[in-house]
Structures are given as C-alpha cells and as structure tokens.
C-alpha cells in the first residue's frame, strides 16, 4: 500500500481480554515504531524494530505488552489481559532507514477502548 | 516525569502574522529535536529538526531556533496560513538511541483568516 497500514481502525474490547494490533508498514521500510498517544497527550514511546530485531522495548509498560515483526514486515502488537488504562490510540511508524524516525510515516491508529 | 514539554496547549493567530510555538526539556542529553504536525484523524507528519551543534534550521516558512542552555526550543512560521491549523508536537532524542523518540503534550494552533 502507499502508506502504513493499521488494523483494526477501531476496536472495543472488555477488561481481561486479549488484543492484537497489527501494523503493516510502507514495503522495504527497516524500521518500525509503536507508540500509544492518550487524549490531550503527546506520543508515547513503546519499542522498535530494525528490520526483525526488537531493538529497544523500553517504552512497554509491563509484561502484559510485547511486540512481534518476525518477518521484518507486519509487526503486531499484543496486549494482554486489557485494562482500563490500556485505552489510547496506537500509532505505528515506519522508515526506510535504520531508526531514522525523523523520515518515519505514522499510520492513522488503532483506537482501542476497554470496558 | 515530563521530559520534553509544551507548556501552551493552544495559540490562535491572524494569517499572515508570526507564530511562535515553545518547547522546554529537561534532559541534557537529548540532542536532536523535531516537530511534527498533526491534522485531525491524520497520524503526525515530520515537519522540521534540529541536531544540538546548531542553534537555527530554517526550511521555507518555518524556522526552529535551540537554546541549549535553557532547554528550549521554539518552531516560528511566518507568515502563518490558514492550512497552518494542527496540533503542532515537538519530540526529542538522544544520537545513542535515535529509534525512541519523547513528545510533548502538543500545542494546538488556530490561524485564522
């Protein structure tokens, strides 16, 4: 596609259940970002990718999140057992260089809302 | 703790006229800065950065002036047009890390005809 792709666009799930967020990026693109933005709230960092290597995980929260690009392509990321506070937009990016975020295309989000 | 912040939530100037958006960070380490742009239901868009051995860049109407010893930074566009209207962040990094990026909260800007 001419753009990154993020699926769903929109998703409501209920506390305790599991989620998957699935992030297609620009092809050829080396590496992938995720990162969540809460209303009013500027981006925040979550891991990243260059090409199949998670090179920085800092930015999950706790051990109920972890990210996959086996492929170097699609990335998903998962959470578990969704709280509350899980609630934000997921925002995945890409680049065609290594880490070269200031070249990085985002997609339009995943809204995910838990009740 | 906010490392990177945008003390302005919002800023409403007449086109034409200068806008002048702020940006203060705490860590010394940072040292490349960015602002993106955002439109409504549009994810953020690359507009403008600065690495930390200059103290301007300057790309068409935008400019980005550094302050290092303040920890500042501000992105100036001039003269403001009405397709200026976005939430305007501005985000920091460190060269030993450049894949993670912080944000600031976003300040939106209203330029108005």
């Known amino acids: 596609g001419a753009g990154v792709s993020q699926s769903p666009r929109y998703k409501v799930t209920k506390r305790g259940q599991d989620v998957a967020l699935r992030c297609d990026p620009i092809?050829?693109?080396?590496?992938l970002y995720w990162y969540r933005q809460a209303l009013g709230q500027g981006p925040e960092f979550l891991t990243y990718?260059?090409?199949?290597?998670?090179?920085?995980k800092s930015g999950l929260p706790n051990d109920r999140f972890s990210a996959e690009r086996p492929e170097g392509s699609i990335s998903t990321l998962t959470i578990q057992r969704t709280e509350q506070r899980d609630s934000a937009m997921y925002r995945c990016?890409?680049?065609?260089?290594?880490?070269?975020?200031?070249?990085?295309?985002f997609g339009q989000g995943t809204r995910l809302t838990v009740v | 703790d906010q490392q990177v912040k945008q003390n302005s939530p919002s800023l409403s100037v007449q086109e034409g006229r200068i806008s002048i958006l702020n940006c203060d960070y705490t860590?010394?380490?940072?040292?490349?800065f960015l602002w993106y742009k955002k439109y409504p239901a549009e994810g953020p868009t690359f507009l403008i950065s600065?690495?930390?051995?200059?103290d301007k860049n300057e790309d068409g109407r935008f400019t980005v002036f550094l302050n290092k010893s303040a920890k500042h930074l501000s992105l100036h566009i001039v003269p403001s047009q009405p397709g200026d209207s976005a939430v305007y962040f501005c985000?920091?990094?460190?060269?030993?890390?450049?894949?993670?990026?912080?944000f600031g909260q976003g300040t939106t800007l209203q330029v108005k005809p």
């Open positions: 985000a920091a990094s460190h060269s030993s890390n450049t894949g993670k990026l912080i």
């Open positions: 990016a890409s680049s065609l260089k290594g880490q070269d975020v200031a070249e990085a295309f």
């Open positions: 092809s050829g693109h080396v590496s």
């Open positions: 990718f260059n090409y199949e290597a998670q090179q920085d």
């Open positions: 600065i690495s930390s051995i200059k």
């Open positions: 860590n010394s380490m940072f040292d490349y």
